[in-house]
């Protein structure tokens, strides 16, 4: 998986589970640290781990065809 794809990914997760609009840094307290529940954070982090899973299953299926 490229950075690319998995910055990609994890700015999806963000959007998706804690309504950050996007992990770059802008200088700014009040754009950089959200208040987030931590039901949020616990949803954020499965579908993390979900897509690091699937990536590793595509990358040794890929492997395997080789």
Do not use: P, Y
């Amino acid at each position: 998986m490229s950075n690319s794809t998995r910055d990609q990914q994890l700015q999806q997760i963000a959007l998706e589970h804690l309504f950050i609009a996007t992990l770059e840094t802008r200088s700014s307290d009040s754009l950089d640290f959200h208040d987030v529940s931590v039901w949020a954070i616990k949803t954020a982090l499965l579908a993390a781990f979900e897509a690091g899973r699937n990536a590793a299953a595509n990358h040794s299926q890929t492997q395997a065809k080789k």
